[in-house]
């Protein structure tokens, strides 16, 4: 099994990429060039050209040209293909096995790799036809180059029309995060792009633009032809120079800037959910770039072989880079979509206008959600503001129901444990705890239940009871699988919610006893994140709501009927989906694992698929009825100033639809036979106990709840992968008992063909959770469980 490709990055080797605006505008004369020059001006040291495809007949290949011309560069072709069309049509035609863009991306790292081993030098990467020229596999040459994240020259074209080809190549390479450090290419007396290209690159990007005379026309005799050529290379050769001593600079540059960037932070930067007197500058994580599942981050080389040693290694972003990654870093695709809305509109303000971003992402969200009780959608900034919003509407709608005075003071009924963000509102509606205790302006306003929770314990699925709720609830119970759990129907046609009913009602009753007034029911379906990575039995959520919304006489002796059967009862039912919505445990909305409807539902992080940030608070008619008087003053007089941001919209309308599109396709197939078949066939449904499956192989995460001396359990849903260590202190977010296994997976693994690599884990407390993206692959899965296997030594 691969290792992750690790970017090319040593302090022994000057690696450059060099793409071209076009085809046939001279890559491989220029690069030529630049690699005789380079051995002629550092005479001691290796000189390597790659060529990862060629296409066109042998004896014409470029690696002979270089061959030829700078006899003392190493060379080599990784595939050649003999007709002269797109590399994608001549691996087709050619018959052979189609290299995959992990094997061909590998292979280009073997190679760097083993020139860096060589000592301090320099390697030319050739790229084939244009800059979106296929590569075998059809992905474009763009595309499939970024995870190498090797510093760019770019060709351009000197031939008519050759202006817009080579600005568009350049912003097609910028897009994608490519650092272009030079730009080359030929004069031409008739149309002189270089004059321009001259110009606008060094007013508009600061980019060096270098020019020389074209190669000689190639004549009948070939001899001559050579020897024009060695005399053309020859008087080139002080131009070359300068652009070499150019890149020179730019990677001691390059490596100095990454080397110091923790140092500087140290000093400079203040770290969310930090303690900064523990931080020392070796504790921060540098990282050059992302894409896909992986940051690449500086490592930390032994001095004596730094030279060559690489630089960086890919560390798996563990944590879905705080919950937000659903289609990887620096996805093309999103770059796109927020390129396109940025270049159309920027930002426009968003009281009483309308742009097509913003409604497209409506109607899609209120589509997908198949919830029959929200038709309006209110767009925030992150979620924490959307939950402000949230609360907002709720606690007017049981204000005025229940007519309620307007200083009459309201709380909120959720979840211990439950957290909604980090503003003074949101923090108000969850129990004091580690994140809001010491907050001067903290009034936690509500009443919070504690709840049984869901673990793979010692290999046997159960519901969890602890101590404080044994007397209400029992002891807890096993099933033979997550599937059974979830199938909360079947559960309640056993008279499973009876005990849950009673506990409720209850507690209920007891606050209505105590004068207490609450106007909304807030909770985190299925899963309480920075709580504790809890995993909460849907049952307990179902009868919670239930039993909430069948209670209006709970709540106020003089409420009224609602309206229809859309209408919220009893209290008005806030899901938090922040995190655990939009395919985060395998499904559109965690809310069909119930088989329950809230009334508004907030939605952020996976919204926009890691790019951008962005909220929608999605609510029902009635509730909106509620602040529509003709009183300005009544309206919900709530806003941001990047309201429903039409890059947001955009990026959050294209990554929707795109997760939609792989749910369709099928793309987790692979996920759902990992022991999870049980769950009983596709389609969500209502009563949540079908389409039960993780990413996580089912077979693993009841393996490491057997090591009953470390785990106290471990439970797997969708992306999500959470181990409960045992500490004999309680846990809770203060623990230390993690720090062991997350300071294991840092450590990863040292060697492989792709480089070194390692997992960037977060802990909770004595709780380690693994998050992946909704695009990582059954390969990297495979790799981290296997990691985690020696960690725990499984």
Known sequence: ?????????????????????????????????????????????????????????????????????????????????????????????????????????????????????????????????????????????????????????????????????????????????????????????????????????????????????????????????????????????????????????????????????????????????????????????????????????????????????????????????????????????????????????????????????????????????????????????????????AVKMGLRAARLRYGWGAREKLAVLGLKGGYHGDTIGAMDCAEPCAYNEKIEWYEGKGYWFDYPTVLCSDGKWSVVVNEGLAEDLGRGTAYGSLHDIFDVEAREQRGEHRRYEAYITAALTRLQQQGHKFGALILEPIVLGAGGMELVDPLFQRTLVNVVRQSAHLFSASGGAPKDAQDWSGLRVIFDEVFTGLYRLGRFTPSSFLGVHPDISVHAKLLTGGLVPLCATLASEHIFAVFGSSDKTDALLHGHSYTAHPVGCQVGLESVREMQAMERRGDWAWARTQGWEDAGGEGEGQGGGRDVWSLWPRGFVEKLSRQTDRVTGAWALGSVLAIHLKDAAGGGYSSNAAIGLREALSQGSKAGAGGPWNVHARVLGNVLYVMASQTTSETSIRQITDLLGKSLAL
């Not at 995060?177 to 030929?186: A, I, M, P, R």
């Not at 007396?189 to 074209?214: E, R």
């Not at 190639?218 to 070499?244: F, T």
């Open 1 to 389: 099994m691969k290792s992750p490709l690790t970017s090319l990055l040593w302090c022994s080797l000057r690696a450059y990429q060099v793409f071209g605006a076009n085809t046939n505008v001279g890559k491989t004369v220029f690069t030529t060039l630049l690699g005789r020059t380079a051995k002629t001006l550092w005479r001691d040291e290796p000189v390597a050209f790659l060529k990862p495809v060629s296409t066109g007949p042998a004896d014409e290949a470029d690696d002979r040209h270089v061959r030829r011309f700078a006899a003392d560069v190493a060379h080599k072709t990784l595939f050649q293909y003999d007709i002269a069309v797109s590399p994608h049509a001549a691996a087709l035609a050619s018959g052979r096995p189609i290299p995959s863009d992990d094997a061909l991306l590998a292979k280009c790292r073997d190679f760097a790799a083993q020139c860096a081993a060589q000592g301090k030098g320099w390697l030319f990467l050739e790229t084939a036809g244009g800059v979106h020229s296929p590569a075998p596999s059809g992905t474009t040459q763009a595309d499939l180059y970024i995870p190498l994240r090797a510093p760019t020259v770019l060709v351009g074209d000197a031939r008519l029309g050759g202006i817009s080809q080579t600005i568009s190549a350049f912003e097609s390479l910028r897009l994608r995060g490519y650092d272009v450090e030079s730009v080359l290419l030929f004069e031409d007396a008739t149309y002189q792009n270089f004059l321009y290209l001259a110009d606008y690159f060094d007013k508009h990007h600061g980019v060096p633009v270098t020019s020389i005379a074209g190669p000689p026309e190639r004549g009948e005799n070939a001899a001559r032809d050579a020897d024009a050529m060695v005399e053309y290379y020859g008087g080139c050769e002080e131009a070359a120079g300068r652009v070499l001593e150019h890149l020179d600079r730019r990677h001691s540059e390059r490596v100095s800037s990454l080397e110091s960037l923790a140092s500087k932070a140290h000093r400079h930067i203040w770290y969310p959910f930090t303690q900064q007197s523990l931080l020392g500058p070796k504790d921060i994580v540098t990282i050059d770039s992302a894409y896909g599942d992986y940051f690449q981050t500086l490592a930390q080389p032994k001095p004596s072989a730094a030279q060559a040693e690489a630089l960086l290694r890919s560390s798996f972003d563990g944590s879905a880079s705080w919950w937000t990654q659903g289609l990887g870093h620096s996805n093309p695709q999103l770059t796109l979509a927020a390129a396109y809305a940025a270049g159309r509109y920027g930002h426009v303000m968003f009281a009483g206008t309308i742009h097509a971003p913003a409604m497209a992402l409506a109607e899609t969200l209120l589509r997908g959600m198949r919830n029959p009780r929200v038709n309006r959608v209110f767009y925030s900034d992150n979620g924490s503001t959307g939950i402000e919003a």
